[in-house]
């Protein structure tokens, strides 16, 4: 079985190479599900690194339907990845009624060759898994990174199994809530590899700061925050008046 390590920073992927994982998925701020990492950490990653590393591909947090110039963006970075020698792409987009967007995934896919590509947890947002995963196995998806549509893979089991079930030649990779405690479920069910991110947070300060820097409110599924012309058009007219 393939243990596959989310890890969130050069530490992290550290932790999993020595505690034996076969594989990485490389991203950032897990808390809005996982973002593209940075440059200078795609470069570190390839001098600290030995075991295959599969890169998420996402421009932002919330939802799977980008913009045009989004969609450039998640191009670039699939380029570079590539020139820097990567073994992967997590990455994935969808339509606003939640089908598979066939024609910009066809692409992501083609763009990527030779690398391998995953499809990433947009999966669990489709509106028919079932015949969502004939098309992903259509485009010859070599993983689809799955949490069974439910909050866990444990409670997603059920759909997981069916999936792995109906498919020819994608691997079906269970992922989210897997731990220690849990593991050889997935295992005796037949799952060829397992998705998990192992954290446990560290105390980094000795006293909490009085001036918050997460904003919570940023973290929405169903909507993306972007800076407002008129608003902004505003505050340069208010502060540029004379």
């Not at 060759?113 to 947009?122: D, N, S």
């Not at 295992?187 to 820097?213: C, E, N």
Request: hydrophobic share 40%; proline share 4%; aromatic share 6%.
């Amino acid at each position: 079985m393939i243990v596959e390590v989310c890890a969130n920073s050069l530490e992290s992927a550290v932790n999993a190479q020595k505690a034996g994982a076969d594989r990485i998925e490389l991203c950032t701020e897990l808390a809005g599900g996982g973002t593209t990492p940075s440059f200078g950490l795609l470069k570190l990653i390839k001098e600290h690194i030995s075991i295959p590393v599969n890169v998420l591909i996402r421009p932002r947090s919330g939802d799977f339907t980008y913009s045009n110039l989004e969609f450039e963006i998640i191009k670039k970075d699939i380029a570079l990845c590539k020139e820097l020698g990567f073994n992967g792409i997590v990455s994935g987009v969808l339509n606003k009624d939640f089908t598979l967007d066939v024609e910009r995934t066809k692409e992501l896919i083609k763009l990527s060759k030779p690398m391998q590509f995953t499809f990433h947890r947009a999966f669990d947002w489709v509106s028919d898994p079932i015949a969502t995963l004939q098309q992903l196995e259509e485009l010859e998806v070599d993983t689809i990174l799955s949490s069974g549509q439910q909050n866990s893979s444990v409670a997603g089991m059920d759909l997981l199994s069916k999936l792995q079930k109906k498919t020819k030649r994608t691997v079906i990779m269970p992922g989210g809530g897997i731990q220690v405690a849990n593991v050889l479920e997935f295992k005796k069910k037949g799952f060829g590899a397992v998705h998990l991110t192992g954290i446990k947070f560290h105390k980094s300060l000795d006293h909490t700061p009085v001036v918050p820097m997460s904003s919570p409110g940023f973290l929405r599924d169903d909507e993306v925050a972007i800076s407002h012309l008129a608003t902004l058009k505003e505050v340069v007219r208010l502060v540029k008046e004379k």
